[in-house]
C-alpha cells in the first residue's frame, strides 16, 4: 500500500510542477482517483515537507544567468548565500559541492544590472572567486 501511495504522490507532484494552479478535481480525473485523495495527499506532502510552497514561474525579465561561487574556507557558507539571495535580480541561491560553494541563478533587466549584482556579490566579504555564465536558451 506504501508503493501506491508514493507512486500518486509522484504524479500527483509531476502534475503540479507542470501547473501549480492545476485544481484537485481535474488532477483527480487525470489519475482517476477522488478529489478527496488527491486533497489528503497533498495536505500530507505540505506537513511532511514534501510540497513547500506553490509558486508561479514567470518570463525573463530580459537576461538570465548562472553565477559559480568561491568562497574562503572556514566561512559559514549559509550566510553568504542568504545574503546572496537577498540581492535584486537573483532568483535561487544553491549551496553545492565541489569546486563551487554557491550557485546563484539570475533574471536581470540587462548587462548593467548583471554588472552591479555580481559587484554586490563580490562585496559581500569572503568571496574568492566567480564565474558567471550567461543563458543563451530555455527549453
Do not use: C, W
Not at 485544481?23 to 506537513?47: D, K, P, T, W
Not at 568562497?71 to 565541489?98: C, D, F, M, W
Not at 556579490?121 to 543563458?135: E, F, H, Y
Amino acid at each position: 500500500m506504501n508503493n501506491v501511495k508514493q507512486d500518486l504522490d509522484a504524479k500527483i507532484l509531476k502534475l503540479l510542477k507542470e501547473d501549480a494552479r492545476r485544481s484537485n478535481v481535474l488532477i483527480a480525473r487525470e489519475l482517476g482517483v477522488s478529489e478527496g485523495m488527491v486533497r489528503q495527499r497533498i495536505g500530507r506532502m505540505r506537513e511532511d515537507g514534501t510540497i513547500r510552497k506553490f509558486t508561479i514561474e514567470t518570463s525573463s525579465r530580459g537576461l538570465k544567468a548562472i553565477i559559480e561561487i568561491n568562497i574562503e574556507v572556514n566561512v559559514h557558507t549559509t550566510l553568504i548565500a542568504q545574503r546572496i539571495r537577498s540581492l535584486p535580480g537573483v532568483e535561487k541561491v544553491y549551496e553545492a559541492s565541489g569546486i563551487t560553494d554557491i550557485i546563484a541563478f539570475l533574471d536581470v533587466d540587462d548587462t548593467a544590472m548583471l554588472n552591479d549584482t555580481i559587484e554586490a556579490i563580490r562585496a559581500l566579504g569572503p568571496i574568492t572567486n566567480t564565474r558567471t555564465k550567461l543563458v543563451l536558451g530555455e527549453l
